[in-house]
């Protein structure tokens, strides 16, 4: 990190939920900086709806009065996962059918949105690309199934050799909240809390990441990406 100047990391609280569409908008703001010094910049990631986000832009949703953001966050901090889930099947079946539904992200988007305005969130979805100022190339690189497992199980190892479970020791009394509401975080709470051991939610966090990589690689398979194998020289025309 000491090399090269990174950016969106160690930026907002835990208190501060951020969705896809603030993303957008912090990403377009630095990299506009970005531009006025340099040709080129790089974003790494990550999590393909935030990209879609940046690169094409997202649909024009009404505002959400900050109230009702509030309550639903506070109803969900105290009820839980299937409480969100039961709602939105309730109060919004169209995106239930054909949401996200493991994704309290996207559920608590859905959920908001409905009870403000009435209206599906599907209904506000249309597809439409943005226009950005800059050209864009995505680069894809796919190790083989072995060797990506490998490297994640490592790096898991090496999160906790480096103080992970102290972090979210230090953090289960904010378990509740969103950004905590991730793989890494909620093994470990699990495992605070008596329901596993640490053997076990270690092994947990490397089974659900293995998982998350393959989401990804879907999601990614399906974009219009320029594959490299690892190791591979880059050449980019």
């Not at 569409?21 to 990403?27: C, I, P």
């Not at 009404?62 to 953001?69: G, L, Y």
């Amino acid at each position: 990190l000491s090399a090269v100047p990174h950016h969106f990391i160690a930026s907002h609280s835990i208190h501060q939920p951020v969705n896809a569409a603030d993303f957008e908008k912090y990403a377009l703001d630095k990299i506009a900086d970005i531009f006025k010094r340099a040709e080129h910049a790089v974003m790494v990631g990550g999590t393909g709806l935030y990209i879609k986000a940046f690169c094409e832009g997202l649909d024009k949703i009404p505002p959400v009065p900050k109230e009702i953001h509030e309550q639903v966050n506070k109803d969900f901090e105290s009820n839980g996962l299937v409480w969100l889930q039961s709602e939105i099947e309730r109060l919004d079946p169209t995106f239930f059918a054909t949401g996200e539904t493991e994704n309290p992200h996207r559920l608590l988007r859905a959920l908001e949105v409905i009870l403000a305005t009435g209206t599906s969130i599907r209904t506000f979805q249309s597809g439409a690309k943005a226009d950005r100022q800059f050209d864009i190339i995505k680069l894809g690189i796919a190790p083989p199934k072995e060797i990506l497992h490998a490297q994640i199980n490592q790096r898991v190892d090496a999160m906790i050799t480096a103080g992970q479970i102290e972090e979210a020791r230090a953090l289960h009394q904010y378990k509740d909240l969103v950004p905590l509401q991730t793989v890494g975080y909620s093994e470990l709470f699990e495992y605070f809390e008596g329901k596993i051991n640490q053997k076990e939610a270690i092994e947990l966090i490397k089974v659900r990441t293995r998982q998350y990589a393959k989401r990804q690689l879907t999601w990614f398979r399906k974009d219009n990406m320029r594959w490299f194998e690892s190791g591979a020289e880059l050449s980019i025309n």
